[in-house]
C-alpha cells in the first residue's frame, strides 16, 4: 500500500485523472459513440499525464526540496531514487502514447506528444524564468479535451472543441494564480519568480479575480459556439456562474482575503467539475 501511494504521489494522480476527465468530456462531446474507445482515450490520457507528472517531479526535485508543500514527495524526501522516478516517466509517457496511437489515426498522438512537450518542455523550466509561466501553460489543460474530441471521431478545426479549449485554458491561470496567494513566499524561496514578490499580495488577488470573470465571460461563449444548448446552459452551469462570480467578488475585499483565497480555490475546482459533469450528461443522456 506505501508503494501504490508512493507512485501515486509520483504521478500526481488528482492532476492525472482530472486530465482523464476533461479528455473523457470532449470524447462524449464528440460524435464517437463507442464505449470501448471512450476507456481506452480516459485510460491513455491517465497514464499520458501520470508520465509527464512524474517526469516534472524528476525536473524539480531539487526544488521541491525547499518548500514544505513538496519536500515529502518520493524523490525529495528519499523514497525514490531520480533514476528510479525517470524511468518510471519515461516508460508511462510511452504507453500512453502508444495507447493514443492504438485508437486514433495519429493525431491524438501527436496532440498527446505537444501536451508532455508543452508541460515539461517549456512550461516546466519557463517557471524558472517567468513569475507569468501559468498564462502559456495553461495550454496543456486544453490539450486533453481536443485528444477526447479526436478519438471520438471530431475535427480539431471544429469551433466547439477550439471554444472548450479556449475555457479550459482560461480557467487554468487563475487556479494556479489562488495558489500563489497561500504559497507564493514557499515558491520565491525555491527560486521562482512569483507575482506576489513582484506585485504583493493584494494586487495578485485582483489580478486572479480579473481571470476568474474571464472565466467567466468565456463560459458564455460555450453555447454560442453550440457545445451546449443554451436552455440547459444556464439551468445546468448557470447558477454554478453566481457561485464562482459571487466567492471571487471576496478577493477584491481586503479583510477577507486570508479565507476568501482558500474558498475561491475550492469553488473555481467544483465550477470545472460541474461544467465537465454537464457537458457529460448531455450526453449520455
Not at 490539450?143 to 479556449?166: C, E, K, V
Not at 479550459?168 to 507575482?195: C, M, N, R, S
Request: net charge positive.
Amino acid at each position: 500500500m506505501k508503494m501504490l501511494k508512493k507512485y501515486l504521489v509520483l504521478c500526481k494522480a488528482g492532476i492525472s485523472i482530472l486530465a482523464a476527465c476533461s479528455a473523457a468530456t470532449g470524447y462524449l462531446l464528440s460524435p464517437g459513440n463507442s464505449w470501448s474507445l471512450f476507456f481506452l482515450t480516459l485510460l491513455g490520457v491517465y497514464i499520458l499525464a501520470s508520465g509527464s507528472s512524474a517526469l516534472n517531479q524528476w525536473q524539480e526535485w531539487q526544488t521541491d526540496a525547499l518548500m514544505n508543500r513538496t519536500k515529502s514527495r518520493p524523490i525529495p524526501s528519499g523514497k525514490m531514487t531520480p533514476t528510479h522516478a525517470f524511468i518510471t516517466a519515461v516508460l508511462l509517457i510511452f504507453v500512453g502514447l502508444v495507447i493514443l496511437q492504438m485508437i486514433s489515426e495519429g493525431n491524438a498522438t501527436v496532440l498527446g506528444a505537444l501536451a508532455v512537450l508543452w508541460y515539461n518542455g517549456i512550461y516546466t523550466p519557463l517557471k524558472k524564468k517567468t513569475a507569468f509561466a501559468a498564462v502559456p501553460g495553461g495550454v496543456v489543460g486544453a490539450l486533453p479535451p481536443a485528444i477526447g474530441w479526436i478519438t471520438g471521431g471530431g475535427s480539431i478545426s471544429d469551433p466547439r472543441i477550439l471554444a472548450l479549449g479556449l475555457f479550459l485554458f482560461v480557467w487554468q491561470i487563475p487556479h494556479f494564480w489562488l495558489l500563489l496567494l497561500k504559497y507564493g513566499d514557499e515558491y520565491h524561496h525555491a527560486g521562482f519568480p512569483t507575482l506576489t514578490q513582484t506585485f504583493g499580495t493584494r494586487q495578485v488577488a485582483r489580478l486572479t479575480f480579473t481571470w476568474i470573470v474571464a472565466t467567466v465571460a468565456v463560459s458564455f461563449v460555450l453555447p454560442l459556439f453550440d457545445v451546449v444548448p443554451p436552455l440547459y446552459f444556464i439551468v445546468t452551469i448557470g447558477p454554478g456562474v453566481v457561485w464562482l462570480f459571487y466567492s471571487a467578488l471576496k478577493l477584491l475585499k481586503s479583510d477577507l482575503l486570508s479565507v476568501a483565497w482558500k474558498k475561491t480555490f475550492h469553488v473555481i475546482n467544483a465550477y470545472l467539475l460541474l461544467v465537465m459533469v454537464a457537458f457529460s450528461l448531455l450526453r449520455v443522456f
